[in-house]
C-alpha cells in the first residue's frame, strides 16, 4: 500500500531495488499532483450547489488514462459499477452531513425524494471520492492481501469474505440516534412488546404512526350505510298513552307524560333540581360513601375479604411463633385456597378479581415460606421434606438429588427420613438401577446400626428406631422380589435369621459392624442355611469350628433325585412373546432359591448355569441389623414365612404396604361370599410372594410352590418351631396347619378330586402330629384349625368329635378363656351355616354349644332342642360377663394381657347367641352397647388385626351378610352398618369387599359414588381408591354383559353414560395420591383397563409414564410384552439397561426355538 493512498494509481518506477525499502520511496508522488489537487479543490468551491456543469476530469485521471486500449473497457465497465454502488453507499453519510449543518427532519414517514434533494451539495465530495478510487483500480488486484476491497470487484477471489471499515463515524456520538436512512424500515403492529410483562412494563414510542392514524380517524356521515342502517331501527316511545289523533296542526310536538311526573326536589344547592347525588354531595364538601365510591364490578366478595382476614392472621401467627412448624406447614397449604379464591392475588386494585393465575407462581410463594420458615426452624426435618417435594415440580433431578444428599447427611439418624430418600432414589427412571438403589438400602442399615450402636456420636438414637429398620429390611426384600431378583430376597431373610437367633455368645457384645464381618465365614463356608435340609446354625458351625473343624453330614439314602424341570416350550408354533412369557414365568416359579453347589455331587460354582442365581456375601452384608425386641425376632419369622406364601397372618408396616403391593387379590372374596360367618381369612392384602409372576386378570387361584419350595417351607417350620414357646410357638403351628388348609381349599375349587384327598390326607397327618406334641396337646387353637379342617374334607361327624373332644379339655373355664370362647364360636358358626334358622327356629347344636360355654361344668353332648331356662340362664351369664368386662376396662389399673382379646371373644359369641336365640336385632343391641364403650379409645393391645371394635364390627357386619343370605332382611341396616365401619377403618379389606358386594346389587350407583368421594377426601390411605375403581368396573362388566349377547349389541336394560370416563378419571386422582403413584398394582389396573378399552396409543403412554414412578416393578414389563407383543425387544432390553431379572434372555430363546 503507497504512503499516500490519493496517488496509489501511479505506476512504480521500474527500477531493481530492494523490497525491504520499498516503505522509504514514494512513487505515486509527482510535481504538478499538487497544483491540479489545489486546482480542483477551487473549482468545487466555486461551483453552485443547486446545480452545475459536470466535472471534468483532472491531471490524475488523464494519467491514469495512459494505458493500453486492451484493458480500457472491462476497466471502464467495473468503474461504472463501482461509481454507481459507491453512490449509493456514500449518500446516507452526504445526508448525515446535511442534517448536522441544517434542520433536520424527524418525521419517519417521510417521502424518499428527499435523498435526491441532498445530491447537488455533494456533488464535489463524490466526484473527488471518485476520482481517487479510480486511480486505485490499477493496484486493487495486487493490494487484495494488504487491505478489505468490495466482494464484486474481484471475482476471482474466495479468500475474504466479510468487509471491514475501521474509519469511525463522529455522527454516532454528535446524533441521538443513527441516520434515518440506516435503519430498516418495518411497520409496527401495535405498541407492545415481546418478552415484557404489560401489567408491570411498557415501552413509550416516540412519534408512533399508530396514534396518528387513530387521530385522523373520520367520523362518519349519516348517509353512510352504518349510519342509514341505524335510523331504520324503530325509535322507543316517549308515552306509552294512546291519544286520539286531532286534525289540528300543531306548532310543537308534544311530551308525553312530563305532566304527569313528580317536580323535582329543589334545595339552597340546586334550585333547578337537575343535579345528581354525587354533584349535589361534592358542592357540600362531602366524599361519597366507601360503598359507592367503588365501582359495583370491583366489589369484594364476603369470601375475599375473609381470606385476606385469614392471610393477614397467618402473617401475624407466623411473625409472633416462629417456631411454631405446624402453623408454617398450615400457612403453605392455605396458599392454595388463596390461588383458587378471586381476585386475591390482583396486582392491582382496578384489575378483574377473576383472572388466570399461574401455578408456578404459587409455587414460588410457597418456596418462599417455605425458607423463611426453614430460616426460624433450621433443624425442623418436615420443612426441609416439604421445600424438596415443592422443588420436585421445577428443580432437574440432579439438583434435587443433591440437596436430598444434603439433608440425609445433616440428619443420619431420622428414619423417616431415609425411607422417604430411598423412595425418591428408588422413583427416578432415569437414574435408577437396581444395583444402586441396593447399595443405598445397604448405606441406610449401615449408617442406622451405626447410630444405635453409638459409633455415630453427633446424632442420638432417635425413638422407633429399631422398628423402622426392620421396615426398611421389609421393603428392600419386597424390592428385590418385584425387581425379579428373587434369590437375593430370600437370601436376605436366611441371613437375617441365622444372624438373629443363631448368633454365638462370643461375638454378641460387638458392634453391628464387627458381628457382620465375623458372620462372613459362615456364609462362604457352603454350610447349610435357613431352609435348607441340614441347617445348624451360626452357632453351631462356630462351636464346630472352634473344637477341630465341622463334621460332613453325608446324603441320606432315601434322598430322590431332583424332580425333572417342566419342558418350557410345548408348542413352538404359539407367537414368539407367548412362549417367552410362558417360559420366563415358569422360571420365576422354579428358581426362586438362591443356587448353591452341592457338595455330595462333587459340585462347583463352575456348574451354575445361570450366575445370577449364585449370591455373595457383597449382596447383603450391609444390609443385616441386629433386632434385640423379642415381638420383631417373632415378626420376622413371621414375614419370611408371609413372603413364602404361608398365611401366617403377618401385615407389611404402612411405610411399605402400598409399595409392595401388585397383585389383586385383595378383590378375590375366597369363601367371603357363600360363608361369611366362618371365613377363613388368608391374609390376601394384594403382597405378592416368591415364585409368582402372575397376570393381572389371571388365574383366582394361583399354582402353588414347586417341590423344592414346599420342602424349603418345611425345613423352615422346622428350624423356628424351636426358638420360641408358649404363644409365639402355637402360632407358628396354627400358621402351619392354615397353610396346608390352604392347599385344601384350593383344591375344592379348582375340583382335582385326586389332588384334594391326597392333600387332605397329609395336611390331616399334619394336624395330628402337632398335636401328638406335649407343648400343644392343650392348645385349643390348633384343635379349632384341625376340626375345621375336618368340617371342611365333609367329615361332619369326625368334625364335631374333634370339637366335643377339645371343649371337654377345657374344663370349667368357661368365658374366661378367649381361646376357649373363639372354638365355641366357630363350632356355633358352622352349625348355623350347615342348618341356618329358619320360620324362628334356631339350629339345636349351635345353641347348645353356646349355652355350653356359660356353664362351669364338663361339655355334653346335644340330646334336641335346648329348654327355655337353660337359654335363659345364658343369655344373663353372657350380659353379667359382658358388663364384667367392660368395668374392668374402665379401670385404671391394668388388667391381664389378654383382657381386651377376652372381650372381644365374649362380645362374638354374645352376638352370636342373641341372633340366633332372638333375632338380629337383639345382636345389634350388643353390638352398641360394645361399640358405645370402644368408640371413645380403642386400646393399644388390639385384637385381631385392627383392634377390637374393628373385630365386633367385622362380627357385626358378618351377621347382618349372613341373615341377608337365609332371610328376607333390607339391605339399608347392613349399608348403615359398613358405611359406619369404614368411616371409622378405611384401611380394612374385608370391610370393603363386603361393601362393594352389597352396592354392586344396587341399580343407583349415586349413593356409593359420595361415599366413595367423601372417604377418599378424608384419608390418605389406598384402599378407597382401589375398591372405588372396583366398584366402578366390576358395574361396567356388569353393562357390558347386558348389552352384548354372543357378540351383538341389545338394548341396554341399565342405562348408564360416561362409566368409562369415570373410571379413566379416578385412575388419574388416584396415581395423584400420597400412595398411589408408588403403588405396582395400581398402575397395572389402570394400563389392564385401557387395553381392555383397546387404545393401544394411550396404553403405551400409560406404560411408560407407571415406568416413571414404578421403575423396578417387573410385573410392569411382563404385562407390556403381553399388552404389546411389537415391542417386546425394546421392553426386554429396557430390563436389562435396568439391571431387572431377564431370566430368559431373547437370544437364548432363539437357540431353543432352532432346537
Known sequence: MALFPAFAGVAEAPDGRRKELDWLSNPSFCIGATTSLSRQTQEASAAPVSGGPPLTRSPLKSEASAESDTNRKPRETSRKKKKEKKKKRKLPRHKKTKRKRGPSSSSGSESDTDSEKDRPSSSVRDSKRESEKLNQGNHAAADTGRHCVWLEDIPALMG?????????????????????????????????????????????????????????????????????????????????????????????????????????????????????????????????????????????????????????????????????????????????????????????????????????????????????????????????????????????????????????????????????????????????????????????????????????????????????????????????????????????????????????????????????????????????????????????????????????????????????????????????????????????????????????????????????????????????????????????IAAFLQFLGVPSGFRAPPSCLYLAMDENSIFNNGLHDEKPLTLLDLSCSGIGCVGRMEPLDGRRWPRGPSREGEEFIRNLFHLALPLFAGRERSQLCVSWLRYEITKVIRCLHTKNKKRLKSQGKNCKKLAKNLLKEPDNRNSLCLWQQYAHLEWLLGNTEDARKVFAAALGTAGSRGLEDPELCELGLLYAALEAELSPPVGGAAPARAVHVLTGLTERGPYGPCTGQVSAVHVLKARKAYEHALQDCLVERRGSEPGPPDRVSRLVSLAKCSMLFQYLTVGVHAAGRVYEQVSAELRGSVSAEGAGPEGALEAVTLMHTSLLRFHGRVAAHPLAPLREALSEALRLYPGNQLLWRAYVQIQSKSHSASRTRRFFHAITRSTKLLEPWLFAIEAERMRKRLVDAVQRVDGREVHATLPETGLTHRIRALFESAVRSDHGGQCPLLWRMYLSFLVSLGNKERSKGVFYKALQNCPWAKALYMDAVEYFPDEMQEVVDLMTEKELRVRLPLEELELLLED
Open 160 to 636: 475474504e469474505t466479510f468487509r471491514m471499515d475501521k474509519q469511525p463515524d463522529p455522527a454516532n456520538w454528535e446524533y441521538k440516534s443513527l441516520y434515518r436512512g440506516d435503519v430498516a424500515r418495518y411497520k409496527r403492529k401495535g405498541d407492545s412488546c415481546l418478552g415484557l410483562n404489560p401489567k408491570k412494563q411498557c415501552i413509550s414510542w416516540e412519534g408512533t404512526s399508530t396514534e396518528k392514524k387513530r387521530s385522523h380517524k373520520h367520523m362518519e356521515r349519516y348517509f353512510t350505510k352504518k349510519s342509514v342502517g341505524l335510523m331504520n331501527v324503530d325509535g322507543l316511545a316517549v308515552s306509552s298513552q294512546p291519544e286520539a289523533p286531532s286534525s289540528e296542526p300543531l306548532s310543537f310536538i308534544p311530551v308525553k307524560g312530563v305532566d304527569d311526573a313528580a317536580p323535582p326536589a329543589t334545595s339552597w344547592l340546586d334550585p333547578l333540581g337537575i343535579y345528581d347525588q354525587a354533584t349535589t354531595q361534592w358542592l357540600q364538601g362531602q366524599g361519597p360513601s366507601e360503598q359507592e365510591s367503588r365501582p359495583p364490578d370491583s366489589q369484594p366478595d364476603r369470601e375475599g375479604a375473609l381470606l385476606k382476614a385469614r392471610v393477614e392472621e397467618f402473617n401475624r401467627k407466623v411473625r409472633e411463633n416462629p417456631r411454631d412448624t405446624e402453623l408454617w406447614m398450615a400457612f403453605v397449604a392455605f396458599q392454595d385456597e388463596v390461588m383458587r379464591s378471586p381476585g386475591l392475588c390482583a396486582v392491582e386494585e382496578g384489575e378483574p378479581e377473576r383472572r388466570k393465575r399461574s401455578l408456578r407462581l404459587v409455587l414460588e410463594k410457597k418456596l418462599a415460606i417455605l425458607e423463611r420458615a426453614i430460616e426460624s426452624n433450621p433443624s425442623s426435618v418436615d420443612l426441609k421434606l416439604a421445600k424438596l417435594k415443592l422443588c420436585a415440580e421445577f428443580w432437574e433431578p440432579t439438583t434435587l438429588l443433591k440437596e436430598w444428599q444434603k439433608l440425609i447427611f445433616l440428619h443420619p439418624n431420622n428414619t423417616a427420613l431415609w425411607q422417604k430418600y430411598l423412595l425418591f432414589c428408588q422413583s427416578q427412571f432415569s437414574t435408577f438401577s437396581v444395583s444402586k438403589i441396593q447399595s443405598l438400602y445397604g448405606k441406610c442399615l449401615s449408617t442406622l446400626s451405626a447410630v444405635r450402636d453409638g459409633s455415630i456420636v453427633s446424632h442420638p438414637e432417635l425413638p422407633g428406631t429399631e422398628e423402622a429398620m426392620f421396615a426398611l429390611f421389609l421393603q428392600q426384600c419386597h424390592f428385590l422380589r418385584q425387581a425379579g431378583h428373587t434369590e437375593k430376597a430370600v437370601s436376605l431373610f436366611q441371613a437375617m435369621v441365622d444372624f438373629t437367633f443363631f448368633k454365638p455368645d462370643s461375638v454378641k457384645g460387638l458392634p453391628t459392624k464387627g458381628q457382620v464381618e465375623f458372620f462372613e465365614p459362615f456364609w462362604d463356608s457352603g454350610e447349610p442355611r435357613a431352609g435348607e435340609k441340614g441347617a445348624r446354625g451360626w452357632r453351631a458351625w462356630m462351636h464346630q469350628q472352634e473344637w477341630g473343624g465341622w463334621v460332613p453330614v453325608g446324603p441320606d439314602d432315601d434322598d430322590e433325585e431332583p424332580e425333572d424341570e417342566d419342558q418350557e416350550i410345548r408348542d413352538k408354533t404359539l407367537p414368539r412373546w407367548q412362549i417367552w412369557l410362558a417360559a420366563e414365568r415358569s422360571r420365576d416359579h422354579r428358581h426362586w432359591q438362591p443356587w448353591r453347589p452341592d457338595k455330595a455331587r462333587k459340585q462347583t460354582e463352575e456348574d451354575c448355569e445361570d450366575p445370577e442365581r449364585q449370591v455373595v456375601f457383597d449382596d447383603l452384608g450391609q444390609s443385616l441389623i441386629r433386632l434385640s425386641s423379642p415381638d420383631l425376632q417373632f415378626q420376622l
